[in-house]
């Protein structure tokens, strides 16, 4: 007796799994075919006719004919790979795409489609699909994209505020406690990737950076150059830019009264000037 229940329950969870939607998130992992594939012989039509939520429910009626549709949320994502990856959450199919799969042909987004909702339905992956996006992968155009994506990201990664002779955060925290009551929030500060001699710093108030050129990260730069370059930019924080009567105003009448608590001002413009 015993037995048979546990038969039978061991069978109404085969039956469960089977027909509800795998748990947990998918990843379409994609590192490179180590064959390079043949090429793609059908023209591509690389505009978007349909856009990705359509692809997507367009494939899950194909997969699953009389399912109820969930709601589908797809995006582009930068990831440092051509991973993409789906999840169900309170219904929804939550889709996550690689940029760099950005402006692929539409038969490859369709492919990718039904590769990820197969895996996630327990669905079998048809091979014309598989092979689609196998190819896709290995084509030139990829490979390339690939390349630049990881160069431009990988030169972002070299930002540091641990110079050579300098760093940065702890020049800012300094400059807080001695001029700003330590109430400024600390941004990201950074040594520039070029040792620029025109833009010598600059703040970025889109990605809250402060940049200050490399050319000053050695030994022969006085501190007080340094200091006064990152207490500059923090004014920029203090005193954001005021629009009056259409003009912008960067350095206003405020910035500028805060800039003369900089010991030595006339010390510094007078090293810049030589630099
Ligand atoms: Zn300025």
Not at 154 to 175: C, M, P, S, W
Request: net charge positive; hydrophobic share 35%.
């Amino acid at each position: 007796m015993q037995s048979l229940v546990k038969r039978l329950l061991a069978k109404v969870e085969s039956i469960q799994t089977k027909h509800q939607p795998a748990k947990g998130t998918f990843t379409l992992s994609a590192s490179q075919p180590a064959l390079l594939p043949l090429l793609e012989t059908v023209p591509e039509n690389k505009s978007y006719s349909s856009n990705l939520k359509d692809i997507f429910a367009t494939e899950y009626r194909l997969l699953r004919p009389r399912a109820p549709m969930p709601a589908f949320d797809v995006r582009f994502y930068p990831f440092t790979g051509i991973n993409t990856t789906i999840r169900l959450r309170e219904g929804k199919a939550l889709v996550r795409l690689s940029d760099m799969l950005e402006g692929a042909p539409e038969s490859v987004l369709r492919a990718i489609a039904h590769i990820l909702l197969a895996k996630l339905y327990r669905k079998p992956v048809d091979a014309t699909h598989a092979n689609r996006y196998r190819r896709h992968l290995g084509s030139d155009a990829v490979t390339r994209r690939a390349e630049q994506v990881r160069r431009s990201r990988g030169r972002k990664n070299v930002l540091t505020a641990q110079g050579h002779h300098y760093d940065l955060d702890e020049i800012f925290e300094q400059l807080n406690r001695q001029y700003f009551h330590g109430l400024l929030g600390r941004p990201v500060l950074t040594w520039s990737a070029h040792s620029a001699r025109r833009l010598l710093g600059h703040y970025d108030a889109a990605h809250n950076t402060i940049v200050v050129s490399r050319v000053f990260d050695r030994a022969e730069t006085p501190r007080y150059a340094i200091e006064y370059l990152v207490f500059h930019e923090m004014l920029h924080l203090k005193h954001p830019v005021q629009v009056k009567g259409g003009r912008r105003c960067v350095h206003s009448r405020e910035f500028q009264r805060d800039e003369k608590m900089f010991p030595d001002l006339d010390k510094v413009k007078e090293f810049l000037k030589k630099l």
